[in-house]
């Protein structure tokens, strides 16, 4: 009798780590499961929180079910902006990479937010020069800074800049009156340099009537 007790007590003493190890190692797919969606590796997430659904521990649990189906939808609009991306329809590919992007602010692509924007406006600079009436070359030219100082306020501060001044010459070079702009140019962001002396005049301005030119880095490729 006593021997038995000394093994089933021995046992239990075995069986007590191993649960232990399980439940750590559980949890850990879990951890990799989200590290995968948070690094945009939806593909993976997707899988790996199916796995954990599968787990006895998991399988109330609704934060699971709906991690799946994000990492679902993350995929379908990851592909679509991608897509839409390469066909430069800038507009569709923007809104989807907005709505992926609110769903994981650590996307890979969120960088590309304001190079999108930027080249928006680029497009529309482009077909100011397209219009019929100086107005409505100044009209679109408007439109065009608009996104401009959005894609400044996105982190494309030196672009921006620069093509909002380029507007803002076709506007005068066509004889438009300028309207009263209550946007004044984007402050640029003061970073550490080494000492170099200030410049004494201004900067030259590339010619109005050729937008600058917008380098749209190719989307990263996808799970």
């Known amino acids: 009798m006593k021997l038995l007790r000394f093994i089933t007590l021995n046992s239990w003493i075995i069986l007590l780590p191993l649960a232990s190890n399980?439940?750590?190692s559980r949890a850990y797919m879990l951890d990799e499961a989200d590290s995968y969606f948070k690094a945009g590796r939806?593909?993976?997430?997707?899988?790996?929180?199916?796995?954990?659904?599968?787990?006895?521990?998991?399988?109330?649990?609704?934060?699971?079910?709906?991690?799946?189906?994000n990492s679902?939808?993350?995929?379908?609009?990851?592909?679509?902006?991608k897509d839409?991306?390469?066909?430069?329809?800038?507009?569709?590919?923007?809104?989807?990479?907005?709505?992926?992007?609110?769903?994981?602010?650590?996307?890979?692509?969120?960088?590309q937010i304001a190079h999108i924007t930027l080249a928006q406006g680029t497009e529309l600079q482009r077909l100011a020069m397209r219009q019929r009436t100086p107005?409505?070359?100044a009209d679109m030219l408007r439109k065009a800074m608009s996104y401009y100082y959005q894609?400044?306020?996105?982190?494309?501060?030196?672009?921006?800049?620069?093509?909002?001044?380029?507007?803002?010459?076709s506007i005068k070079e066509i004889k438009v009156p300028m309207e009263e702009n209550t946007s004044p140019l984007p402050t640029m962001v003061e970073t550490k340099q080494p000492s170099v002396?200030?410049?004494?005049?201004?900067?030259?301005?590339?010619?109005?009537?050729?937008?600058?030119?917008?380098?749209?880095?190719p989307a990263p490729k996808g799970n």
């Open 22 to 24: 399980a439940q750590v």
């Open 197 to 217: 002396s200030p410049q004494t005049t201004p900067p030259s301005v590339a010619s109005p009537r050729k937008p600058v030119e917008v380098t749209i880095n």
């Open 84 to 111: 839409y991306f390469a066909l430069q329809r800038y507009a569709p590919a923007k809104e989807n990479l907005l709505e992926l992007v609110s769903m994981n602010p650590n996307d890979p692509n969120r960088g």
């Open 135 to 137: 107005a409505a070359t």
């Open 151 to 169: 894609a400044a306020k996105e982190g494309l501060m030196e672009e921006s800049v620069l093509a909002i001044k380029q507007c803002e010459a």
């Open 42 to 69: 939806y593909w993976d997430a997707f899988f790996k929180y199916r796995e954990c659904a599968n787990l006895p521990e998991f399988e109330a649990s609704s934060q699971i079910s709906e991690q799946i189906k």
């Open 72 to 81: 679902s939808h993350a995929l379908y609009l990851t592909k679509k902006f």
